[in-house]
């Protein structure tokens, strides 16, 4: 299956859930399971919106590059403020889709001017434990 | 002392206070020792003000069910973000005024559409928190 | 068709559409066309995640009255703040959905406490507003 | 009445209701009338608590002095966002309280790098069309 | 002078601000007489910041493309909610920075499972006045 | 070299960055290595960043006491929400600037009115852990 192909009016809810989950396979492993298991027990639907809607029918639209969903995504996470969580999921999101440690980088430097040092703060805190977990400090600051 | 029927002109501060810690027993036994011990030796008129305000004053009037006050308030809470131990509080309270956990459960896969997913899963978490202390998990789907 | 019935694993995109529509012309007579019209030339498929998702995947949903979902929306809609324009059409939901406008009233009152006055104050000017096109001024307060 | 001396157990609603008018009369002139005409017909009590409670009961408290209240509110009206119409009062306020004009543009200058450059432009546009109606433009820089 | 070459040490004030000046001619011809002129009577130091730092210090440093720096501003101004001004300038420069009306409108799309539909649909309408000055209406969808 | 007195065109970032130092010192022995270390291997131009702009060239003006900029500060750190390690930080400040834990304390009950209970309480946490710390507890309330 394409997982970026379809958009036909007579998808059904179980295909954009398959759609949802080839996207979120091809962004990070682990994600899926992370999502679905923490949810299974509590919210079930929660988990099937994040994964069939989320990603299957909004993610997955070609008009806009994953690497730049990601750009996106991270000024949003950073200026709602309190998304750590999700912050951190994202942040491997935008290395699996191609952003650079350093593009993350400058990218939280440069929320500080629409939102804030703290929230600015926050969110390269959270890159910091990311980029540690997967070796890629320190980050060499661009020539 | 009926919690629910003063709204005299001439309510003093004392009776206020003794109205808004009725209420609370009501919602939750041992609120109050919480709220009120933790601010003891910091801010004692904060804790005089959730009570004899917020309890004795605001959430005692009879023109909205606690029952309603607490959908309200689940949605207020999730969409501020980084509310976490109010909102730990009040999924006790809505449970205890009445709300089914799959009622609380909806209440904020409702709210992925107003504040997005981020707020909805973080409040989801603290839902779920509630729940196991409660032995109410495994929640179950509607029919 | 029955608005609340299928969720069926395999309603398409077409048919959640179609719910969505069935949905908001049961809560709001003038809304869809307002809704799909004003983003026709801009984004009509914002305009359609708004019906087939919001209406016809998460606010059709059984679990929760719609009266219920207005109490919950309304909270987030004033804690949110900047959403003046979707809390006037929330509010008139909320009259349609079975609200009584004291209800409404006392809801954004109670705000004050977790969101603070002026929130509370922006949201109640827009409930007068509401309120003054559906000749419900004044506000009869509670016996 | 001295406004800010009755902290007393016994202090009823109506007293309270009382003081918090003082206060406003003493910050600013039309403000009680404002606040408490463009809720008759709507929240009453929302009127009633803005004068008892925020006023009668929280500014009037002689632990922190008005003009230093004001900069506390200055920073929560303009990092919260959306709260130009209460910006427009406490600025006003903040003239009344003795903060000058360059105290306070020095205040919303301050708050861009904790809130960012929208919220602080937001807020110093508020503060000119307040200004000019004071006839205190241009506000003339630091020596 | 390169507007993007000059981070040496010895960089001084007046040269950030011009600096600042030049990467704001590249991105919007009128901009800079608008932020100075607006401000030069209130908080002519605010305009300076906003030029000599956020243009000529964050702005300008070539670690993020300019479009690319536009998504994540884009992504941050529609969380933070009431920047609706600050989002006009910045869907301007987004377009003049090499992003489609296409991909501006999708990242919005895209904002709707982060931020929620409000804040999502407030700025569609703020993209709909800008490319409706610009004779960009209506936008085709993607193929 | 005084940290309030350079503000002429030709101050460079070096210089702007030593007088950053100067004024951290002043507000807060460890703060600059703190800041400093946690960024050197992540993001070192936002240390600079905190240091220079925000501190050498925005916290070091002399046209508001660094008192009164606490006083902004503590406001707006508390209605953003989510920022409590920044809260400690200035909680600290602040008692180094002069404010006393009254004051500090009654800022926070102040907020409640403007930003709802559950930011104040939250706050109000930060300060207790701050105040604790360094012996200051109880507070004692107001004569």
Redesign the interface.
Known sequence: MDARAD????????ERFARGLDVMSQVDGGLREQVLG?????????GH??VA??FG???S????APR??Q?????????????E??LEVHINFSLNAGLTP??I??????????????????A??V??KV?AERGL???E??A
């Not at 958009?7 to 179980?14: A, Q, V």
């Not at 923490?38 to 929660?46: F, G, K, R, T, W």
């Not at 980088?105 to 926050?122: D, I, Q």
């Open positions: 958009k036909s009016e007579s998808t059904t809810r179980d923490s949810l299974a027990d509590i919210s079930p639907e929660l919106q994040v809607w989320g029918e909004i993610y639209r070609p008009e806009l730049d969903r750009l996106v995504t991270l000024g949003m996470l950073t200026a709602l403020g309190g998304c969580p999700q350093q593009e980088v400058e990218a939280l430097l440069h929320s500080a001017g629409y939102c804030g040092f703290p929230r600015a703060l926050n390269t805190m890159a910091k980029f400090l320190p980050v600051p661009g």
